[in-house]
């Protein structure tokens, strides 16, 4: 029997709830009757980026400058003494990323006497919510192309055979000077890469059953940098690969996992034009675990693709995972989209980040058993 600890405060002790609002992940924010700003707990300074000794005592509307659903939202608490939650329409800005969309809870305060003494605001963050909606939208549709696809390849692949053959007999029939071959050689060649995307295609409607194993992570990457060094030989690319190695293998397919960092740093290569920089970086990622009911959260390993290439503009963002989502003349469309597919299969999750004329990171968390 162990006797309980004494709790370091008796309960009811308002330093207690002082020590709640400095540790949980909402923002709370409490303002007075005039709409000062009375509470600014922690989890507030970081959503809003600003520190509480800076805005404690100033009013609201300094706060939120120009944000009207914001705005609403702490009338309402606050002159009509409704409750009322948003959940769609507020994000807040923040001067080094993308803003952060947030949901916020305003409800009136009342004193012990029963008259409203000001607001309380209750914010929570969204964003890891917003990435779970994208991914799962992301994956039906997928499934629906997918499916479709493979049946449109399917149809195709033989009249495709058809055409490749004649060009071949057409070819035997030519002199082995006419200047005719150069045409049948380009008919073979183009019906051979048609072929490769139908390849593709199917695999992604019928992807075949992944063999897992023991992979590791390490020497895929080191295999890849090899080959893209090589296929990058007319550029100037400087490829950095970083390594912990104190990473264990992961339980996955290798030649899925292969595939999977092929076209990432596949993709990084082509968006850079000439001269620049693809870091390949691989560690056990510090800011998620893996959690699964019954089972001690597990570590996840990350691996980061950076480039210095021509980036996304942010309304490509969404698209560039849509199968036959392409910018290159002769792409495919569906490097993402397998990745996606390959990432999920895995249960891990893969996120991109972009700056337009600066570079891209792609990265991937992938689960440690
Ligand atoms: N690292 C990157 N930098 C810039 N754009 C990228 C990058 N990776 C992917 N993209 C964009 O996403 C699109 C889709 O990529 P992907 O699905 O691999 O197809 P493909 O490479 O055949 O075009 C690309 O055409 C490109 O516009
Ligand atoms: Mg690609």
């Avoid at 549709?141 to 057409?170: D, R, S, V, W, Y």
């Amino acid at each position: 029997m162990t006797t309980p600890a004494t709790p370091p405060y008796p309960a009811g002790d308002p330093a207690l709830a002082a020590l709640v609002f400095d540790n949980i992940d909402r923002g709370v924010i409490a303002l007075d009757r005039e709409g000062r700003i009375t509470l600014f707990n922690p989890a507030a300074e970081s959503y809003l980026d600003r520190a509480a000794r800076h805005i404690l005592g100033r009013h609201y509307t300094e706060l939120f400058v120009g944000q009207e659903p914001l705005l609403y939202l702490v009338n309402a608490a606050l002159r009509d003494g409704r409750s009322i939650t948003d959940d769609e329409s507020i994000f807040l800005p923040r001067p080094k990323a993308p803003p952060l969309p947030v949901s916020v809870y305003a409800a009136p305060i009342f004193s012990k006497r029963g008259d409203q003494d000001g607001a309380v605001l209750i914010i929570r963050d969204l964003s890891r919510v917003r990435e779970l909606e994208d991914t799962l939208r992301r994956a039906d549709q997928l499934a629906m192309l997918a499916t479709l696809a493979a049946g449109l390849a399917h149809e195709i692949k033989n009249p495709l055979g058809g055409i490749k053959g004649a060009a071949q007999l057409l070819t035997l029939e030519l002199q082995p000077d006419s200047p005719l071959r150069e045409y049948t050689r380009v008919m073979i060649k183009e019906t051979e890469r048609i072929n490769g995307i139908i390849e593709e295609l199917m695999d992604l409607g019928k992807p075949r059953p992944a063999i897992m194993g023991e992979v590791s992570i390490g020497r895929i990457l080191d295999d890849i940098v090899l080959l893209q060094r090589e296929a990058a030989r007319g550029q100037n690319i400087d490829f950095a690969l970083s390594l912990d190695p104190s990473i264990p293998p992961v339980h996955g397919d290798e030649s899925l996992l292969t595939r999977l960092f092929l076209n990432l740093v596949k993709n990084a290569r082509e968006a850079v034009d000439r001269d620049g920089r693809v870091e390949i970086e691989c560690k056990i990622s510090a800011e998620y675990h893996m959690t699964t009911p019954g089972h001690r959260p597990s570590p996840l390993v990350v691996v980061r693709i950076r480039d210095t290439g021509c980036g996304i503009p942010p309304d490509e963002l969404e698209r560039i995972f849509t199968p036959y989502y392409t910018t290159k003349s002769r792409g495919s469309g569906l490097g993402l989209a397998i990745c996606q597919k390959i990432v999920e299969d895995h249960r891990g999750f893969l996120k991109v980040a972009s700056i337009p004329g600066e570079g891209t990171e792609f990265s991937v968390w992938l689960p440690l058993r």
